[in-house]
Each structure stands twice: as C-alpha cells, then as structure tokens.
C-alpha cells in the first residue's frame, strides 16, 4: 500500500512539475514574441529612415535624379571606386536602374514581409542609403551593410553613388533644365 501511495504521490508531482514547466514555457515564448515584435518595428523604422534619406539624396540631387527617372547617366557622376584608385568606407546611395528590386537578390533581408517586398521588382525601384562596409576594387564590388537586411551584401560599384555630387553645383547655376 506504501508502495502505490509513493508512486501515486510522485505521479501527481510530476504533473504538477509538467504543469509549472509548460506554463513557464509559455510565459518564455510570449516574451520572446513580445521582444520579436519590438525588433521588427524598430528595425522598420530604422530602414524606412533610410530608405528616406537615399530617396532625399535623389530628390536634392539632379544628376541623380536624371539616373533615376529619365535613365541618364552624366559622365560627371561621381561613384566610389570608379574612375578613382581608392574609395573610403562610408554612407554612399545604392541606386539600381529600372526595372529592379530595392534590394539585391543576394541580400537577406529580415523575415517580415516589409522587408521581404523589397526584393520585388519595381518600375522605379526605391534609394537606399547604405553603409560600405569594403570595398573589392579589383572585382569592382562592395560589401554594404543595411539596416534592412540581416547582414552585409555585395554590390556592384556601378550602383553606388555618392550622396552629395559635385556636379549638382555646377548644374544648378546653368540652364541646363532637362534635369529639373
């Protein structure tokens, strides 16, 4: 009888301990939700912020905006990399031509479908302003680091530009409209 009652006892605390884990489990993996969501909202805003200055430098720059809109690459364009022997790290805007996707392929984006839409090709695809990592100026690449993928891409230089581009200056004192 002592025998049946000790298993019974330990049966029952087994369940009760089964119980407490599963409930903590749950406790566990609300939080964990809870942290998940804060993250994907921060990092929506975090990429919108950059989305926003990428398309800011296009707006403000008419040599850039010429590229993006009416596909007329001046020779004047300034990129990192090209047409120079050395290119600094830093912010420079990821402009690819049309019709193309905001983000490379081979960029892995954040799992949330925001993040994933911007591998969808566009007509008139989005600016992002993006950080370079290095540069392989061999191989005419850079690694970029965006705060809307997961880690670091590779680009071709030919879709960097420099944010600020010297011949904006000049343009703007001319009646050269075609770009306005």
Request: with cysteine.
């Amino acid at each position: 009888m002592k025998v049946l009652s000790s298993v019974i006892q330990n049966k029952l605390l087994v369940a009760i301990l089964a119980g407490v884990v599963s409930i903590g489990g749950f406790q566990v993996w609300q939080y964990n939700q809870a942290q998940y969501a804060k993250f994907i909202i921060h990092a929506k805003n975090d990429c919108g912020v950059y989305l926003e200055l990428g398309e800011n430098a296009v707006k403000n720059s008419p040599s850039l905006r010429a590229l993006k809109y009416q596909n007329k690459r001046l020779r004047e364009l300034r990129q990192p990399g090209i047409g120079s022997e050395s290119a600094s790290p830093g912010h420079y805007v990821m402009l690819f031509r049309s019709p193309a996707s905001t983000l490379p392929p081979n960029a892995n984006p954040i799992d949330d479908p925001f993040f994933i839409s911007l591998l969808n090709k566009e007509e008139s695809p989005k600016t992002l302003m993006a950080d370079v990592v290095s540069f392989d100026l061999p191989k005419k690449q850079a690694t970029v680091k965006s705060l809307c993928t997961r880690k670091p891409f590779v680009v071709d230089l030919e879709d960097l530009y420099l944010e600020y581009q010297p011949i904006d200056r000049n343009l703007r004192r001319s009646n050269f409209d075609i770009l306005f």
